[in-house]
T-cell receptor, first 115, second 115 residues
Framework: DAGVTQSPTHLIKTRGQQVTLRCSPKSGHDTVSWYQQALGQGPQFIFQYYEEEERQRGNFPDRFSGHQFPNYSSELNVNALLLGDSALYLC??????????????FGPGTRLLVL | AQTVTQSQPEMSVQEAETVTLSCTYDTSESDYYLFWYKQPPSRQMILVIRQEAYKQQNATENRFSVNFQKAAKSFSLKISDSQLGDAAMYFCAYRSAFTGNQFYFGTGTSLTVIP
């Protein structure tokens, strides 16, 4: 059973550039959430995609955008990168119509460094 | 927004001993879900245990159990017979049953297991 996968594992960019991160959900899942985890902090919710639409958004600027494809995979795009965008970006998948907790399963993350 | 507080940035335990990690949360909602995730140095977040707020019985998964005190808004994790592989960051997380699928995370507790 394939778990959540993310690519790339590491990325180095310079200020002002744009970056795209990719995520494939766990087999059978249809919902993808993205989180930003700064060093020494807990993950912060960016947004969630379901049925190719942004379903919910956290307190992140419009520079952060996303997309979900018909196969449920997802991309996170960040424009006009700032030094403060350096973080571990986590993707989590879940099943929208699951009973109970709607547990999210996480990928290994993409470490983004902005210089 | 809901807040999750983990007041112990670091904890240590002797191998084979028991340790309890604390978590409190702030919410006005009556139904929600609580989770403990483990993030080893390899950085992939792994679900440890989850609890539905409407269930009075504390959840248990092998050596891991929780002490859920709804009135006190407390959700501690007990690890019995600690093993070297338990060393990791542990995050407590909250999800509303009503207002969406966003997970709110605490700042984490770094657990060291001493041989």
């Amino acid at each position: 059973d394939a778990g959540v996968t993310q690519s790339p594992t590491h990325l180095i960019k310079t200020r002002g550039q744009q970056v795209t991160l990719r995520c494939s959900p766990k087999s059978g899942h249809d919902t993808v959430s993205w989180y930003q985890q700064a060093l020494g902090q807990g993950p912060q919710f960016i947004f969630q995609y379901y049925e190719e639409e942004e379903r919910q958004r956290g307190n992140f600027p419009d520079r952060f955008s996303g997309h979900q494809f018909p196969n449920y995979s997802s991309e996170l795009n960040v424009n006009a990168l700032l030094l403060g965008d350096s973080a571990l970006y986590l993707c989590a998948s879940s099943l929208a119509m699951s009973e109970g907790a709607g547990t999210q399963y996480f990928g290994p993350g993409t470490r983004l460094l902005v210089l | 927004a809901q807040t999750v507080t983990q007041s112990q940035p670091e904890m240590s335990v002797q191998e084979a001993e028991t340790v309890t990690l604390s978590c409190t949360y702030d919410t006005s909602e009556s139904d929600y879900y609580l989770f403990w995730y483990k993030q080893p140095p390899s950085r992939q977040m792994i679900l440890v245990i989850r609890q539905e707020a409407y269930k009075q019985q504390n959840a248990t998964e092998n050596r891991f159990s929780v002490n859920f005190q709804k009135a006190a808004k407390s959700f501690s994790l007990k690890i019995s017979d600690s093993q070297l592989g338990d060393a990791a960051m542990y995050f407590c997380a909250y999800r509303s049953a009503f207002t969406g699928n966003q997970f709110y995370f605490g700042t984490g507790t770094s657990l060291t297991v001493i041989p």
